[in-house]
């Protein structure tokens, strides 16, 4: 999804491709698991029908449910890379450094 590249060698790795300033936590949620959609037949790029639904043109809900997708793409897309981090560093400061352990 062009947010990191790979540098090859002794040295190598992987690095972001922007500035953490610039990457949002929408890019990278949707290079993870595709577009955001509350439900099939929201996702703008790829709209299928829902189960239940006799079709797309005629449901009463769709128009709804592509307006609940496009809060929640708007609402991750202002949150960027940067300001993820600033967080756990707060986080972990109001931690005394100790790191978050999470067990199933």
Sequence with gaps: ???VQSVRGKAGGYAL??????ITLGAI???IDGPIAPSPCANLETPTKCPDCANLEGCWLRPVMVEVGAAVNAALD?????EICRGAARSRRNRNGQALMYEI
């Design 78 to 82: 202002k949150i960027t890379l940067l």
């Design 17 to 22: 491709r922007a500035a953490p300033a610039v």
């Design 29 to 31: 949620v949707r290079a």
């Design 1 to 3: 999804a062009g947010i």
